[in-house]
């Protein structure tokens, strides 16, 4: 069986941050043949400069190797201040000049049905980065008034359920946009 | 004569930045009574945290000083793959739980016509944050294709004036705003 590897990226860095409890859950909550791998180094990237070159930083080739190895892409990150937040943002600048995003299918989760701008924000950038964003993956969950933890998640009947149905579903759109990548490839050949 | 105090802040931490040159050009080409400071430092400010009480980082404590010490704010910043930079984004994100731009005025200088998508999230950013976007100060510049430099900019006649005419429009805008905070408060008293 060939197991769907994701990549969780959450864009805050707070410890008890809501966002890293739902990829938390989610990975614990993910079937055979999903595997989640939380990346837990946003916070060691540097501040994005240009005159850097980003193979000279370990934490960015991390990165990029880390995505690289990923079937697909799953983001939960708050809003701050009607925004995207700069931790997030920073992580994609620093992927701009590489094809890391590049085809790469994304789920968005969604902690707040109120973040909307952050959310819209999130979903220009990385479509101009030509990412694939599976909105049949992406998931809003209304959990700020619920003070849920990780283990609050995994035993919340619907929010669980609701993860374990975006995990499934992401895992067909992988599967079928692979399957089309290589059909275009074999056309091309 | 009362000094007009602005804070200049670069979006981009690229040495060779056309926004920073901006800021540059700006501070040079001030008219008496109006003095611009950029601030250097925004590069060396953590990735944001609310884990990390503001107050125990020395450099977001500077920025915060160096805005409450302006009487407006100037920024020019690149769009990064259709959003803010993250690093200008970090900076913000640093300032959204103190007063450091409540009310303040704030001067947009867009380097390029076409970064329409990071001007619109920074202004709804700066808006929440309940800075006083300075409509009248905001200048859109098509400098990409120039490729001009600090002296570029300030030998150049249209920039250099539109730069010194905004400038004056924010130093005017600046005066009267300060003049209806000092009648609301004479009022309210």
């Not at 359920?161 to 290589?182: G, M, T, V």
Request: charged share 15%; glycine share 6%.
């Amino acid at each position: 069986m060939r197991i769907t590897k994701l990549l969780a990226i959450s864009g805050s860095l707070r410890a008890a941050s809501i966002n890293t409890a739902l990829l938390r859950a989610t990975a614990r909550l993910a079937p055979p043949g999903i595997a989640v791998i939380l990346f837990e180094h946003l916070g060691g990237l540097p501040l994005f400069n240009p005159d850097i070159e980003a193979t000279d930083s370990p934490s960015v080739a991390n990165l990029r190797a880390h995505l690289a190895a990923a079937d697909g892409v799953l983001i939960a990150s708050p809003e701050y201040a009607h925004g995207v937040t700069g931790v997030l943002k920073n992580a994609l600048d620093w992927m701009v000049g590489s094809e890391a995003f590049v085809n790469k299918p994304i789920s968005l989760f969604n902690a707040s049905p109120r973040a909307v701008h952050a959310q819209a924000c999130l979903r220009e950038t990385l479509t101009v980065m030509s990412a694939q964003i599976v909105n049949e993956a992406c998931v809003t969950l209304p959990m700020l008034g619920a003070q849920l933890d990780e283990a609050g998640i995994i035993s919340h009947t619907e929010i669980s359920a609701a993860l374990k149905q975006a995990l499934q579903d992401f895992q067909a759109a992988i599967a079928r946009l692979q399957a089309e990548d290589a059909a275009q490839i074999g056309m091309s050949l």
